[in-house]
Every structure is written in structure tokens, then in C-alpha cells.
T-cell receptor
Framework: AQKITQTQPGMFVQEKEAVTLDCTYDTSDPSYGLFWYKQPSSGEMIFLIYQGSYDQQNATEGRYSLNFQKARKSANLVISASQLGDSAMYFCAMREWGNNDMRFGAGTRLTVKP | DTAVSQTPKYLVTQMGNDKSIKCEQN?????MYWYKQDSKKFLKIMFS???????INETVPNRFSPKSPDKAHLNLHINSLELGDSAVYFC?????????????????FGPGTRLTVL
């Protein structure tokens, strides 16, 4: 069974600094996709970034980038130049090629300090 | 234009009642999902439909019944509501979703329905 681990229940970062949110996963499927979502206090789930297991380069989307280390089975989200609006819960998720579902980690609550 | 919409946004009801949550997506996606997010923010898949066909049916009480009248709609009906059903329920959709792990399997979520059972 696939498993997603986010070891940081809460993180703090100073505004304008970069922050890394950790995510490790466990799968025996060689083909899988990794996803990050943001959930602000308003409650909606916002898709941020996707990384495929066969992608040669780390994914980037604006201030978001994924530090993908396949051998370590980690897919850490890096947010550069943090803004107050980045304060939210962040969820890492994985989907295996052979499965129809996506499993989520427990989430990390990020607080950006002014 | 709202991509994935849910109604109602808030639902407060008494134990034992029956209620429904509606979901619609205008993205032309093939697959729709229902998730439950508990008070600790843990997200758990409940059901998934691909082109109106049930493809995921996790271990949830049979008081929960999904219905997909067409590819763009997936409703959730809950019978005999219990206190433990209180949670936020999210609908989501993805372009594909039947096997695969590409960017086309990215799920886009609705705003959520906060259900409170008294």
C-alpha cells in the first residue's frame, strides 16, 4: 500500500524567505505522480504542482518548485520568497500508475511571519 | 467561471436525517471523486466515478451512496446521519483517472461542504 509521510506538523518562515516542506513516500510501483496542494484557512484545496516519477527535471511553477529525489523517495516542496498569503496547510499526495486513487499525507501547516 | 462547484457550502442537520450534497464540474473531465476531511484535516477518498461508472468504493458505511447522473455531476446522499459524519466533504474531478499517474490525473477540488450533525 502506498504511503505518504509529512513529518512537519507545523512550520514557521519569515516573510520573503524560502521554506522547504518535506514529503516522503513509499511505493513499489515504478510509475507514479506526486502532487502538492494548498489549503488556506478559507478551506478550498488548491493544486500547486505536479511531478512525474519519470520526469528528468524538477517541476517548477512560479515560486513553487519540487525537490524530487527519487532514490530517497522524497518530493519536498520549496516555496521561494514567502508571502503572508502562503500561510496555509500544505498537502503532499501520490498516485500510482496502477491505482485509481490518490493518497494524501497528513499535511503541514505553514505560518509566514511578517 | 467555477470549475468544480458544490452545494450547499454549509449543512447543519439533526442526527437521523437524510441529506444530499451536489457536485458539478464544467471542465469536461472524465472522473469525479468524493473525499472526507476530518477535524484533523486528514483527507480520505470515499468514491470515484469515471464516465458515470463507479471505480473506487472505499470502506465507508453504506449509508453513503453516490450517484452520477452524467459525467459532469456526482452527488452524495447520506442516510441516517450520525454525529461522526460531521466533516468537510470535498468533490473533485480529473481529466483522466482510470489508471495512470500523469498530470492529466491532477484532481481539482470544489470548495467543500461543511456538514455538522447535531
Amino acid at each position: 500500500a502506498q504511503k505518504i509521510t509529512q513529518t512537519q506538523p507545523g512550520m514557521f518562515v519569515q516573510e520573503k524567505e524560502a521554506v522547504t516542506l518535506d514529503c516522503t513516500y513509499d511505493t513499489s510501483d515504478p510509475s507514479y505522480g506526486l502532487f502538492w496542494y494548498k489549503q488556506p484557512s478559507s478551506g478550498e484545496m488548491i493544486f500547486l504542482i505536479y511531478q512525474g516519477s519519470y520526469d528528468q527535471q524538477n517541476a517548477t511553477e512560479g515560486r513553487y518548485s519540487l525537490n524530487f529525489q527519487k532514490a530517497r523517495k522524497s518530493a519536498n516542496l520549496v516555496i521561494s520568497a514567502s508571502q503572508l498569503g502562503d500561510s496555509a496547510m500544505y498537502f503532499c499526495a501520490m498516485r500510482e500508475w496502477g491505482n485509481n486513487d490518490m493518497r494524501f499525507g497528513a499535511g503541514t501547516r505553514l505560518t509566514v511571519k511578517p | 467561471d467555477t470549475a468544480v462547484s458544490q452545494t450547499p457550502k454549509y449543512l447543519v442537520t439533526q442526527m437521523g436525517n437524510d441529506k444530499s450534497i451536489k457536485c458539478e464540474q464544467n471542465l469536461g473531465h472524465d472522473t469525479m471523486y468524493w473525499y472526507k476531511q476530518d477535524s484533523k484535516k486528514f483527507l480520505k477518498i470515499m468514491f470515484s466515478y469515471n464516465n458515470k461508472e463507479l471505480i473506487i468504493n472505499e470502506t465507508v458505511p453504506n449509508r453513503f451512496s453516490p450517484k452520477s447522473p452524467d459525467k459532469a455531476h456526482l452527488n452524495l446522499h447520506i442516510n441516517s446521519l450520525e454525529l461522526g459524519d460531521s466533516a468537510v466533504y470535498f468533490c473533485a474531478s480529473s481529466q483522466k483517472g482510470m489508471g495512470g499517474a500523469t498530470s492529466e490525473d491532477t484532481q481539482y477540488f470544489g470548495p467543500g461542504t461543511r456538514l455538522t450533525v447535531l
